[in-house]
């Protein structure tokens, strides 16, 4: 009988541990720019096979960015393997976030887009000051709306390594 | 709205056919699959033993294979197999040795059972995912190159954003 208790008593205490199974969240890492390559050099048969079950607008948009990948120069692809490699040092939630900002960045008509590009790049080459004043101008206010304006805030914030983070000088 | 489970719902036939080629509903099936371990692991069982039973031909039967299957069946004093299993195991629990040991086995395979059920399927057990192009696999790793490509046209455009405006 005390054999038995104490079988019922191991069982009791080791399946509500197994049954927790292995740690949630523990998603595998992604595979960078070589995933891109190996894509490349697939037969165009097996990429084909791949591609037919995505639906048409997925497949469409996918294909296009290889297109764009691929026109890089090697240059090009050597630094966006760098900002790639850093952005994978950002906390997964940094990078879900600037995802997510830049989902809504491309769900913008491509006249905004464009817009908004021209002017983080406008405002990038300029001195902390004059990007504050330029940012603060009525021009800017008019040009762009509030949700675009954080937009570019949300980017800038998100892609920044993490020392930059809590910076003092959001104005937009 | 809560997905069904295929396996949880008797939905074996769809898993079987998603395995052969000749779903109906491939994509459905896929999309559920790729999010649960349970129908993952039995996709991948029944793609290994399909791969055993094209890989293996069937050994030829002796000629008193039958005979002597059924002469061991009925093997002396009239007792049938799982009579005489069960007599054994019976005698052992009753037995003043035979009764922990009897319950510490019970627990310890009740808890390999739950672990083994709850281990997910390595790549040495999943042979769908590495043999099949346009498996479960294959649509993971199109996910994984359109998230880099996601991120990769992000940083383009916006590695160099101004970190502060």
Known sequence: MRALTQALALIAVAIPLLAQGPPRGSRRPAPGPSAIERYNSMPPRQRERILEKLPADRRKAFEDRVERYNRLSPGEKRRLRGQYDQFQQLPPERRDEARRVFRRFMNLPEDRQRELRTEMETLRDLAPDERRQRVESPPFMEKFSPQERRMMRDLGRTLSPPADTGSQHEIL | ?165
């Open chain 2, 1 to 165: 709205m809560e997905e069904v489970c295929y396996l949880r719902n008797g939905g074996e036939g769809a898993l079987v056919d998603f395995v052969s080629g000749h779903s109906g509903q491939y994509a459905e099936v896929h999309a559920h699959a790729a999010a649960c371990a349970d129908c993952q692991r039995f996709i991948a069982e029944q793609a290994a033993l399909w791969a055993a039973l094209d890989a293996d031909s069937a050994p030829e039967v002796a000629a008193d294979f039958d005979r002597r299957l059924y002469a061991q069946l009925e093997s002396v004093d009239g007792e049938n197999w799982w009579q005489r299993t069960w007599r054994q195991m019976a005698g052992s629990a009753m037995s003043g040795f035979g009764r922990p040991v009897a319950a510490l086995s019970l627990a310890v395979a009740l808890i390999i059972g739950v672990a083994i059920m709850r281990q997910p399927p390595t790549p040495a057990s999943a042979p769908v995912a590495a043999d099949r192009p346009a498996s479960l696999q294959a649509v993971n790793d199109i996910d994984q190159i359109e998230e880099t490509l996601e991120d990769l046209e992000m940083l383009s455009l916006f590695a160099n954003a101004p970190r502060s405006l």
